[in-house]
């Protein structure tokens, strides 16, 4: 899959997690850098880690910051912003969705990512109320957590099917005390979490639908499966009935 605007471009493998994701957070970028006729965007990543979406969003040419509680992550990130040539557009700044807004500018950012934080953190409710506290006015926020569907269809498909039950009915969507998530969310959870911190849902898509199923050894052998499978990805994402089966939810909000 060709990456525009000198974007370092994503491992095969990598790319069928990222890609969906990738493709509508690039177009909210660039729709909102149009509405603020500003080219250059403040970006805050929370949980960001090394840099996987930090790093290409810089290198479209806006200001990434990250936020992540790990010192291993954020030394990555700087070595990798430094391979990628824009050091001077990404900041790593200690620190996790609990206490954000003691770590970065409230209200300074046109849009957050909240990617792979909220099933993790004890109350999802703050933690996404911190986010909103971080945008502007006008900003955004791109959500990505874990979908519950996903795991049921995942651990039934395993032979576990008590588990698949247990996760079915679990408030959390948890399928028992080995799971390693705190949390997982339908879609109409995860947007009405968004809602409650005083967000609008512009757009839902699901994520990892197949390919978390695909066997490997299919997609690493067979000619053209891995590029067959991105279209199969990015061509489902949108559809609502999916959503319900999909490893991932990625919901794009905006403030309002």
Same mark, same amino acid.
């Given at each position: 899959m060709s990456r525009e605007g000198g974007v370092e471009p994503i491992r095969p493998r990598a790319s069928l997690r990222t890609a969906v994701v990738w493709e509508v957070l690039r177009g909210a970028l660039e729709r909102r850098a149009k509405a603020a006729e500003r080219p250059v965007l403040d970006v805050l990543d929370t949980g960001g880690g090394t840099g996987n979406f930090a790093v290409p969003v810089a290198r479209l040419g806006h200001r990434v910051t990250v936020v992540d509680p790990s010192p291993d992550a954020l030394f990555a990130l700087e070595r990798r912003a430094a391979e990628a040539g824009v050091t001077d557009r990404v900041t790593g700044v200690q620190g996790d969705a609990h206490g954000l807004l003691g770590v970065v500018e409230p209200g300074g950012y046109d849009m957050v990512l909240c990617h792979g934080v909220l099933e993790y953190v004890d109350d999802p409710a703050e933690a996404l109320r911190n986010v909103v506290g971080a945008l502007r006015g006008d900003g955004a926020v791109s959500l990505l957590a874990a979908g519950? =569907?996903?795991?049921? /269809? %995942? &651990? %039934? /498909? #395993?032979?576990? *099917? #008590?588990? %698949?039950?247990? #996760? /079915?009915? @679990?408030? @959390?969507? &948890?399928?028992? #005390? =080995? @799971?390693? /998530?705190?949390? &997982? *969310?339908? %879609?109409?959870e995860l947007t009405g979490l968004a809602g409650d911190a005083g967000l609008r849902a512009t757009a839902v898509h699901g994520v990892r639908v197949f390919s978390d199923l695909v066997p490997g050894v299919l997609v690493d052998t067979e000619p053209g499966a891995m590029e067959a499978l991105l279209r199969l990805e990015l061509a489902a994402a949108e559809e609502p009935g999916f959503h319900s089966v999909a490893t991932q939810l990625h919901v794009l909000a905006e403030r309002g």
């Open positions: 519950r =569907g996903g795991a049921v /269809l %995942a &651990r %039934a /498909l #395993a032979g576990h *099917f #008590a588990e %698949a039950q247990y #996760a /079915l009915s @679990d408030p @959390d969507g &948890r399928w028992g #005390a =080995g @799971d390693s /998530l705190p949390h &997982r *969310f339908t %879609a109409e």
